[in-house]
């Protein structure tokens, strides 16, 4: 286990001890809550992983960085940000994703697009904005974020 | 019937398993190389995921939210901002369990502006999650990244807020009294089954309220059965 994950993980212990110490209900709860988290999400990121992993052995990162790399970097970045809001990946399994990507030779601008849109719009989640914010107010929020993810990504190239 | 539903539940896994079956039909060391890659982030996954959830339920649990929520008007400038980014980055659950509880603050006073903060740094910016991208992408990536994510989220929210009025929210909904569960927010995670059988049952994956007699309801258990809702969807009003 790398030293990230387990900083994570010896910090949760401790937070969860002194959890324990101070509230026994609250956090046989916490646990609780966490627990019907991942069951909750368990068949979808099961279902994400697999898919991906199809993904990549049809279209192999190297393959996909190769074909990023002829793009004009704005179109490039401009299509992984499109490609990004169609799909709605839990965090934890995008950070992986995008290390391949990246480790693959993919360039950083098009990636952190990915990245960004992949968690921040959502397709799939538009019509459930769209009920509880108003069709106004979603399409704001979710042009905006798509806008800023494509800025943030040029930034980034400039930066790194 | 009940068949023909739970396809349409799971479309998306019967569709990856469907891809599957052809690979393993038409190339199957393809097939084998699929599975093999998708073991990586599967032993990646099972490394954090855990942890992740464990520690989101933690801070969900102890970070005082009720009392947070009330600097989020739109008097409070700064404070609000700072307070609604913190509000976003410690919650638990996904995206979707993030909306009705805005709804719910944009009803009790809190500005568009903040509220756009929380739904935002609700998707991205989730604490436990920095370290996790800093594994695999570089602490150098994950900060600069990080630094213009609060950025670009500070303008746009100020913009939008300039753009958006409260009468572009949907006006309040006519409150039942009584019990209610919001089902687009529930992720069939079976808590509140197993906690109170009774007043729950579970149908197509999610929760439903089943026929209840509102004389015996245990108000306390009821109590702690809400709060126990991961994406707090559900909601009791008494009459």
């Known amino acids: 286990m790398d030293i990230f994950t387990m900083a994570i993980w010896v910090g949760t212990l401790i937070f969860l001890g002194v959890s324990l110490v101070k509230d026994k209900t609250k956090t046989k709860q916490a646990l609780k809550m966490a627990f019907g988290m991942g069951k909750g999400m368990a068949t979808s990121i099961f279902s994400i992983i697999f898919a991906i992993g199809l993904i990549l052995t049809l279209l192999p990162p190297t393959e996909i960085a190769n074909f990023v790399g002829k793009q004009s970097v704005l179109l490039a970045t401009v299509s992984a940000a499109i490609l990004g809001t169609i799909t709605l990946v839990p965090a934890f399994i995008a950070f992986p994703l995008v290390g391949t990507l990246v480790n693959a030779g993919v360039g950083i601008v098009p990636s952190v697009a990915f990245l960004t849109t992949l968690t921040m719009v959502g397709v799939v989640t538009f019509p459930l904005e769209k009920k509880e914010f108003g069709a106004k107010f979603t399409a704001i929020r979710n042009g905006f974020s798509f806008l800023s993810a494509i800025i943030i990504a040029l930034v980034m190239g400039v930066i790194i | ?239």
């Open chain 2, 1 to 239: 019937m009940t068949v023909i539903n739970k396809i349409k539940e799971n479309l998306f896994l019967v569709l990856v398993v469907l891809a599957y079956i052809i690979m393993f039909i038409i190339k199957p060391p393809m097939g084998i190389e699929s599975i093999k890659n998708s073991g990586y982030y599967i032993k990646e996954m099972l490394m954090i995921m855990p942890v992740i959830f464990v520690l989101t339920a933690l801070l969900d649990m102890w970070v005082p939210k009720e009392k947070i929520m009330k600097f989020l008007g739109k008097d409070a400038k700064a404070k609000g901002v700072f307070l609604a980014f913190v509000v976003g980055s410690i919650s638990a659950g996904p995206i979707y369990a993030a909306f009705p509880m805005c709804v719910m603050l944009h009803k009790k006073g809190a500005s568009i502006r903040n509220i756009i903060i929380i739904l935002s740094s609700w998707a991205v910016i989730k604490v436990p999650m920095l370290l996790n991208e800093t594994k695999f992408l570089g602490p150098k990536f994950m900060t600069i990244r990080w630094i213009l994510t609060v950025i670009a989220i500070i303008i746009f929210s100020w913009i939008a807020s300039k753009m958006l009025k409260d009468e572009d929210l949907p006006g309040e909904t006519v409150t039942k009294t009584g019990l209610s569960l919001n089902r687009d927010a529930c992720m069939g995670c079976t808590l509140c089954v197993k906690n109170y059988s009774e007043l729950f049952e579970i149908q197509g994956r999610k929760a439903m309220i089943k026929t209840y007699d509102k004389t015996t309801i245990d108000k306390e258990k009821l109590q702690n059965m809400i709060k126990a809702c991961p994406v707090n969807a559900i909601e009791y009003i008494e009459e």
